[in-house]
């Protein structure tokens, strides 16, 4: 039963993944992951916090992939799934100081450090433009 519940679980969840990694975007599933890509990539990267609910679905994800049509944009295109592979999660979370945890949300990092973070407060009751702008306002702050 529990093996069944498993592989249903991640029969729904993979189109969430999907959404992102489809455009591009790296899966980071392990604390180790997080920390090679953290620590190991130059310049600028977003990182998604993904999840399952409703406005990762409807706003986040979309938003994300939308705000990418910019000028300006992240060198590196990361996700992280909250919920899913937790300890990822947490490990990502170390990264952005000064900001509780939340999701689905977006931190713009340069060199391994936060720059700025869309939190999941701005994201829900809110339309796709103005998630792609607050994206798109951190590119244009940050990105090259």
Known sequence: MNMFF??????MIQPMRDELTQHGFKELLTPEEVTEAFE??????LVVVNSV??????LARPGAVASL????????????????????TAKAREYFEGYP??????ALMKDGKIMGMVERHEI???DIHTIVNKLTTLYDQHCE
């Open 6 to 11: 498993n592989n249903y679980m991640e029969s």
């Open 40 to 45: 190991g990539l130059e310049g600028t990267s």
């Open 53 to 58: 609910c409703g406005c990762a679905a409807g």
């Open 69 to 88: 049509q910019h000028d300006k944009k992240p060198d590196h295109i990361l996700t992280v799934f909250a919920g899913q592979e937790k300890e990822a």
């Open 101 to 106: 945890p939340s999701s689905p949300s977006f």
């Open 124 to 126: 829900e009751d809110n």
